[in-house]
């Protein structure tokens, strides 16, 4: 078992008492960001990038991990109590959890939440400690035709194949290839996309991009939406202790949504939403309270997805360490930090880098354990947070936004450039179009272009390398399959209902 | 998406979505002029800095086009999202607000700018306590400033209120050195 040996070699780095710090830190934060409606862990990540000039490796992504665990964990409490989605994976919580939560049951629908989080968590990052070596092994296999295969594959199931429309999903990851390949093309020195102006030769952060269409645009898009009506905070009502009932018909769903959350989170696609709805229809189908759900709030519609959104969570880190693939935009995120260090993640990864790859996972269990704590006992210092008003709270933000933007390199373009990508957020969200394959696409296209050129420089320029090696032949027939596939399906079944009425939406 | 539908569509424009398609088109033209003024050395031939750039710029003319087209066929928009008026004072002054910091951050630095910038967005969200709010955007500000200032060693533009809590926090630090 060599995975255990590396694990207890993992905590031995991350119980030191600085990377607990960083650990509590990050778990803190996390929750507090993902409690706030408007803020996630991507954008919190990306403000707190500069960091990494001035702490170790270990501690920044311990810092991370601590985020992006600890918003799975806010989003939920935000979503039951205030019907307002913290974070995207946590849509499917609001259904029940918040009917819950009106008839009077929001205690145990946050118990189950957090517990079903700690243990969809926990064996989440198991099966990242067990499966990422797997996964090691096979990618020492691949070569650059491979890696580029892999990662068109993953462009057309971040944006073409998750989310309400391909061809809208595919224009955000266009519009990422464009951020991306702005600046000088590192192997020819020649500048691209600059307009001429010399500010842009560098490059546009990830930092702007992501503050920009989370920060920005959204406070545009709740500025616009004053008419909306508000949604009003369910007090938080009931024990937090759950039942012996509501154990039993919990305890089944956390290991339903886990198994199911794992798997789809560390295929090279992601997303928490797919297993989550996935999570929901099971549940409703195999609970014995059906009348439950959609009236008075069903304890397994929460539970089951909670636990696939911490797995599917765990599971993207997969991709993540061992190929350097990311399928999240905090992932992504998470992606620019390693590159900020000089690290590039990928199979070497866990051989060059076994301390900071084997303590973060090691940190994961460790988050697991101090978020349960942080959001059960001390739950109601959570929901002060919701009270903040949202005048101040997205004022604040902008606040935050300002200093991330303009502590880059102190020049009014990225301000102005940070704007104009606000704008553009607002429109994206106003108009439906999904943001996470733009970040996805400005940091893993010049990747991609790399392994391009290294597969053709290997090749000798003979295009054929990409399909004629089995693999990326495999690769990209999936990504095929799955941009084509679809509309072919749809097709098919309009045919045969014949219904031909337009949907909007189906562009 | 198939075409045989089409004539079964009741065809209504739908103006706002036919906007952000003409407006990607134009992207995709200025990808390809910054495309074509990429300068391509002869002597490499194998994948040059241009390959990628036109797969971006095909990609973003077909995907634009595609918007049209379903512009052209009623749009996409949500029920939800067409029936919310847009505020657009609200994020007038959200927006005067974001300009306002642009323009002061340099002559005021980064604090009284930011001051400016948080008065307005509160104001911008319906709030009616000025005083309050400048306090409050103080607060944070300075919050906000000292921590990724001098915790993270972030340069962030300092003005004169920051220059003078400076030369504060670094007598401090000096007298509690002893």
Known sequence: METLGHLAHGFSVAFTPVNLMWCLLGTTLGTAIGVLPGLGPALTIALLLPITYQVAPEASFILFAGIYYGAMYGGSTTSILLNTPGESATIVTALEGNRMARSGRGGAALATSAIGSFVAGTLGTLGVAFLAPVVVKFALSFGPAEYFSLMVLAFITVSAVLGSSSVRGLTSLFVGFVIGMIGVDLQTGQPRFTFGMSQLLDGVDVIVVAVGLFAVGETFYMASRRYAGKDEIVPLKGSLYMTAAEWARSWKAWLRGALLGFPIGALPAGGAEIPTFLSYAIEKKLSKHKEEFGTVGAIEGVAGPEAANNASAAGVLVPMLTLGLPTSATAAIMLSAFQSYGINPGPMLFMTQANLVWGLIASLFIANIILVILNLPLIGLWVRLLKIPAPQLYAGILVFATVGTYGISQSPIDLVILYLLGGAGFLMRRFDFPTAPVIIGMILWPLAETQFRRAMTISNGDWSVFYKHPLSLTLLTLAFIGLIGPHIYAFIERRRTRGPEHVPGDA | ?178
């Open chain 2, 1 to 178: 998406m198939s075409t045989s539908d089409q004539q079964a569509a009741q065809p209504r424009l739908a103006v706002p979505e036919l906007l952000i398609g003409i407006g990607l088109l134009a992207c995709a033209g200025a990808v390809a002029w910054q495309t074509l003024s990429i300068p391509v050395s002869p002597l490499y031939s194998k994948v040059g800095p241009t390959v990628f750039p036109y797969i971006t710029m095909v990609g973003m003319t077909i995907l634009s086009l595609l918007l049209i087209v379903a512009a052209l066929r009623g749009g996409w928009q949500p029920e939800e999202e067409k029936e919310t008026p847009t505020d657009w004072k609200a994020m007038g002054i959200v927006a005067v607000g974001l300009v306002a910091n642009l323009v002061l951050i340099q002559p005021l630095g980064f604090t009284a700018a930011s001051v400016v910038m948080f008065v307005l967005i509160c104001h911008g969200f319906g709030s009616r306590h000025p005083l309050r709010d400048v306090l409050l955007g103080l607060i944070l500000a300075l919050a906000a400033y000292f921590g990724f200032a001098r915790a993270l060693g972030v340069n962030i533009g300092a003005g004169f209120i920051e220059n003078q809590l400076n030369t504060v926090v670094d007598s401090i630090i000096r007298m509690l050195r002893g």
